[in-house]
């Protein structure tokens, strides 16, 4: 079985040093096979903002984490116009990671990280036709056995956000990207941007999706909320045979706890949901999933 971490919008610059300390904490006594954060590390792409987010994934390394880490549209210059433009991912680049799309593979799992922010969209995400590509060539050779994951910051889905029937916007070329998802048999996407916690089938968005669960992380450590859904980050259980449970961990105010409990099982081409028994005393149920 492999434990993986999932976090996202971290937004240095914008973030609670309390729950980030405790991230950390709380990581160093479960020690999760991979920790894997979907973008956002900044708030505005400032120096400080990616030494501070550098120095939190030093911390992490010196507990023994192994790191995947996908850069945000937070993580690209707002307001320096010529960096944004001219080396809008320069930062990132020399305090993060090289790697814009890094790879890593675990006895269960084969996971992909892409990168989906641009310099000429201000919040919306997009992947090209060299990314496609590389989704169908990566996940090629794996064997059938294992899940494959693939980790981007903007959702390749429309999602509901906000209340009544509102829709979030999808990635750019999401149709492409759809179909470069299927052709590679990703079985599971992770991604975060909207601060919201939600998990389910994509057959239930769209009519052709293929065997893939949608999973987004909430802010793990933003001061900004949106409605009124804690900071929180998943703790996946990934087995071979497309078996995993999600756990959802959430700030209570003082210290992390773990939340909605929710098991998923891959059957026929389509994923069936669960819900388990959540340990400790829980703090809300902030994650939609249905079988």
């Avoid at 030494?51 to 023994?64: E, F, I, K, Q, W």
């Avoid at 999401?174 to 590679?184: G, N, R, V």
Wanted: proline share 3%; aromatic share 6%; charged share 25%.
């Amino acid at each position: 079985m492999a434990r993986i971490a999932h976090l996202s919008d971290i937004h240095f610059g914008a973030n609670d040093p309390d729950i980030v300390a405790a991230t950390i904490d709380w990581l160093k006594e479960k020690q999760p096979d991979l920790v894997i954060i979907s973008g956002d590390l900044t708030q505005r792409a400032r120096e400080k903002q990616f030494r501070d987010a550098a120095s939190y994934l030093g911390a992490l390394r010196d507990n023994g984490h192994r790191l995947l880490v996908v850069p945000g549209n937070h993580d690209v210059p707002l307001y320096d116009v010529i960096r944004r433009f001219a080396s809008p991912l320069g930062r990132y680049k020399r305090h993060i990671a090289q790697d814009l799309c890094p790879w890593m593979e675990t006895d269960e799992a084969a996971i992909l990280g892409i990168n989906t922010a641009r310099s000429l969209t201000i919040k919306d995400g997009r992947i090209n036709e060299e990314q496609m590509q590389l989704i169908r060539q990566r996940f090629n050779d794996v064997a059938a056995s294992k899940t494959r994951i693939l980790v981007t910051h903007h959702p390749l889905f429309e999602l509901p956000i906000g209340q009544g029937n509102e829709l979030s916007e999808a990635v750019g070329r999401h149709k492409d990207a759809l179909q470069a998802i299927i052709d590679a048999g990703v079985h599971v996407t992770l991604a975060g941007h909207f601060h919201r916690t939600y998990a389910e089938a994509a057959r239930k968005m769209v009519a052709e999706a293929g065997p893939t669960l949608v999973i987004q992380a909430g802010t793990a450590t933003s001061t900004r909320l949106r409605n009124q859904e804690p900071q929180s980050f998943n703790w996946l259980h990934v087995e071979q045979g497309n078996e995993m449970e999600l756990q959802v961990i959430v700030w209570n105010g003082e210290k992390f706890e773990r939340a909605s409990h929710v098991g998923f099982s891959l059957q026929g081409g389509h994923w069936h949901s669960r819900q388990l028994a959540v340990e400790g005393t829980g703090a809300g149920d902030f994650v939609s999933a249905r079988s």
